[in-house]
């Protein structure tokens, strides 16, 4: 009698355990679905901004920057237009950094409001992109949670990784600018995410690679990120703009991975334009070359950020806090 009652025990463990395994899978799968679904519309949302460039003013501005631009600005539809919180218009300014300019503090805190909604949410794909845009301000988000308010693991896992992200971001674009090829194929192999990040002045790394005429290291890129091959810059300039003005050889194997030779950056010049005119391009080159760090701008908006400083030091107030009542416990006592 007690040999049946272990063996229906044994079988109605094994049961709780395929039926967890079970539940567990279809947490899992519906996790990898939603994950999947937002990247879709990540991914549409950012071919919409590459078909549409006349978003983008003469000044190089967006929606976003021109909503920043306006005193106590409606900011409803924010989340319709995530990416452009990372876009830079002429003056490599981001939506932020022009309601910064213009005072509008109030503004700035709704864009800070946002990109901590975003932590909140754990919208890693939407933090990701920002990340490899250059996007600086995650501690000035940071900064506006409660004591109270805990993050998703995902976006904890997330703030960890800024500052190598951006260590290995700003190392990236100065491999190539010191035309250290070897050393910049290794970092693009082991971090393949790297070839779609942009620096601060709104440039792709496929931007500055054919500045430097590197044609192994383009060919790299769009191996690894063949949508790289259009994605235009701060002024809606494609990497084909910039190669007619610097290289034949480079201009003939993007046409050949289907570079799109009719796109108008804000000043309406087709990449031929540049041809027939390299001066601005040439200048680019010139800035580049120049003794100013490869990841930095003329502007500078604001002070380098620990984005897990502000959640370590709650930590550590906690820990302080813990261990001050375990001593007068223990004096009490």
């Keep these: 009698m007690k040999k049946k009652a272990c063996i229906e025990e044994e079988k109605r463990l094994v049961r709780e355990k395929r039926k967890e395994m079970l539940e567990q899978k279809r947490k899992e799968k519906l ?15 950012r071919k919409q901004n590459l078909q549409s460039p006349e978003k983008k003013d003469e000044n190089g501005q967006t929606t976003l920057h021109r909503m920043a631009a306006e005193l106590d600005a409606d900011f409803t539809h924010l989340d319709k237009m995530p990416m452009l919180l990372a876009d830079r218009d002429i003056e490599f300014l981001t939506p932020r950094d022009v309601a910064q300019q213009m005072g509008y503090e109030a503004n700035v805190t709704e864009i800070d409001k946002y990109v901590l909604t975003l932590l909140k949410k754990g919208e890693i ?57 070897e050393a910049a194929e290794r970092l693009l192999e082991s971090q393949p995410q790297l070839a779609s990040s942009k620096n601060n002045r709104g440039h792709t790394l496929l931007h500055v690679a054919i500045l430097f005429d590197n044609i192994s290291i383009v060919k790299l890129i769009l191996e690894i990120n063949p949508e790289a091959i259009n994605t235009p810059d701060n002024v809606n300039r494609t990497p084909l703009h910039f190669a007619y ?39 680019l080159n010139e800035y580049y070359t120049s003794t100013m760090p490869p990841n930095e701008t003329e502007i500078s908006i604001s002070e380098p950020m620990d984005p897990l400083q502000s959640i370590t030091e709650e930590a550590n107030d906690e820990e302080s806090n813990n261990t001050l009542t375990t001593s007068v416990n223990q004096e009490e006592s």
Excluded: C, W
Excluded at 31 to 44: F, H, S, Y
Excluded at 246 to 259: D, P, R, Y
């Design 31 to 45: 996790q990898q679905e939603e994950e999947a679904r937002k990247k879709r519309e990540l991914e549409e949302a």
């Design 125 to 181: 794909s939407v933090l990701k992109y920002l990340l490899l845009n250059s996007y600086e301000y995650f501690q000035s988000a940071l900064d506006l949670k409660q004591e109270s308010e805990n993050l998703p693991d995902t976006s904890m896992m997330f703030l960890a990784t800024i500052n190598d992200m951006q260590e290995k971001i700003a190392n990236i674009f100065s491999l190539i600018q010191d035309g250290d090829e």
């Design 245 to 283: 003005a610097i290289s034949e050889t480079i201009s003939e194997i993007l046409l050949e991975n289907k570079a799109l030779d009719s796109v108008l950056d804000i000043m309406h010049k087709t990449p031929a334009d540049y041809k027939a005119d390299p001066s601005e391009i040439i200048k």
